[in-house]
């Protein structure tokens, strides 16, 4: 296994897409001048602590072996375990894992969890795998990785390309090698083995609880609220349909293939999730728009749901909605975000909106370790109360420095962690 304890990026050229590592390192010092923390704290914060390079040899269903790479990176742990997604997608890169940790960093700082950040994943399209290849890979990256997971060291959940199911293989996997059935070592698994109810609709749960305290905000009603989604998986499909519930009017939705919009608002309870039935918004539209025009609707409200970088300095004149809210990580690019923010557009960050995927994970994490299982409304009850409070701790720091809310919810973040290190200082 190759570690390696700091990164080195090199920078996109000019009109490619900036790295999610890129982008996080610009999110970071670009939040750190607003605050007084001490540099040499921001010093750590830009590295990680660690990247795992895993080879994954797998065989294929034909009899034939094909090798894949895995990552784990580790970036922060000052304030408690490792926690963040494995993802399976062709694009899996190193940077993109510590960009993507760094973010899952803030994001439990921000949610004021007992965890720090880390990102894995493997280069392959999952698409591409039968379910039983898919098993075998997952079990092998779990074996692979076995020395430096673990629930007190570094909890993995689900993230694209991933599911309760692939976490179900990697608990058994790492369970069988322990000689016990360890359930805390991931979150996000099937409740019968040890998953939270509430926990695969927590993301876009919150997504949809910051979009209605971020509407009360602006004074502006959810009925009288047009909404965009992009993607309409478990984070896009679950904040829809909550926000439907809730009086908004979903205008558009969208897969891969494209978006189905209607002006007059879509019944999303109606249109199949991906995780129902995979790519079927397309499917089932009576018009059908490009993911691109999705993103510039005359809507109140755009929640980009799918990818990252979507929001990017080419598109950024041409959004139409007052408020954005990231349901995806990382969909708006630095530089896009900088234009959004001189256009007085209100950007809600993926660190806070789509917060509740960790902090369900959090209760699933207590759950196991208690092995008590709590009730799905108990789950949804204290998420809203941990959504609400984590919102409160920005909108102070939004009110008072006259900062964006990214800035905001990075305030929040970098105190606590500055807080941290601060007080348990440099090892040795
Ligand atoms: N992959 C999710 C995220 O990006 C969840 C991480 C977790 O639950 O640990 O927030």
């Known amino acids: 296994m190759a570690s390696e304890s700091s990164a080195q990026t090199v920078a996109s050229e000019p009109g490619e897409p900036e790295s999610a590592l890129e982008t996080a390192r610009r999110q970071l010092h670009h939040a750190a001048e607003k605050l007084s923390i001490d540099p040499n704290i921001v010093e750590r914060l830009n590295h990680p602590k660690a990247v795992h390079e895993v080879t994954i040899p797998i065989e294929r269903d034909d009899g034939t072996v094909e090798v894949f790479t895995g990552y784990r990176a580790q970036h922060d742990s000052v304030r408690g375990p490792y926690k963040g997604g494995l993802r399976y997608h062709p694009e899996v890169t190193r940077d993109e894992c510590v960009g993507l940790g760094m973010w899952m960093t803030w994001k439990c700082a921000v949610m004021d969890l007992p965890f720090g950040g880390a990102k894995g994943g493997v280069a392959v399209n999952p698409k591409e795998l039968s379910p039983a290849e898919k098993e075998r890979l997952t079990r092998r990256f779990a074996g ?9 060291i570094d ?50 749960r919150s997504v949809a609880i910051i979009t209605r305290e971020a509407c009360e905000y ?16 478990s984070v896009g499909a679950n904040a829809a349909r909550l926000l439907d519930e809730w009086g908004a009017t979903v205008v558009a939705v969208s897969d891969v293939n494209g978006a189905m919009y209607d002006p007059d608002g879509i019944d999303t309870a109606a249109v199949p999730s991906h995780d129902e039935e995979p790519e079927a918004v397309t499917k089932y539209a009576d018009t059908v728009i490009d993911n691109d025009e999705l993103l510039t609707l005359d809507v109140d409200v755009l929640v980009p749901a799918a990818l990252g970088n979507v929001i990017t300095e080419a598109n950024a004149d041409a959004i139409a909605a007052d408020l954005v809210v990231e349901g995806a990580n990382g969909p708006t690019t630095a530089t896009a975000g900088k234009i959004l923010a001189e256009r007085g557009v209100a950007v809600i960050p993926d660190i806070l909106a789509n917060a509740g995927g960790v902090t369900v994970s959090y209760f699933e994490w207590l759950q196991d370790i208690n092995r008590r299982a709590w009730s799905l409304e108990r789950v949804n009850d204290e998420l809203e109360t941990e959504m609400r409070t984590a919102w409160r701790a920005v909108r102070r720091e939004f009110e008072n420095r006259d900062v964006t809310w990214r800035d905001a919810a990075y305030i929040v973040a970098l105190s606590r962690l500055g807080e941290a290190h601060r007080a348990r200082g440099l090892w040795p």
């Open 144 to 152: 692979e990785i076995r020395d430096v997971i673990g629930p007190t």
């Open 155 to 204: 909890i993995p959940a689900p993230d694209m390309g991933t599911d309760p199911q692939t976490m179900a293989w990697l608990m058994d996997a790492y369970s069988m090698q322990e000689g016990e059935t360890i359930p805390g070592v991931v979150t996000g698994k099937p409740p019968v083995v040890g998953g939270s109810e509430g926990r695969e609709e927590a993301p876009g």
């Open 218 to 233: 602006y004074g502006r009603q959810l009925d009288e609220t047009r909404v965009a989604v992009q993607g309409y998986g």
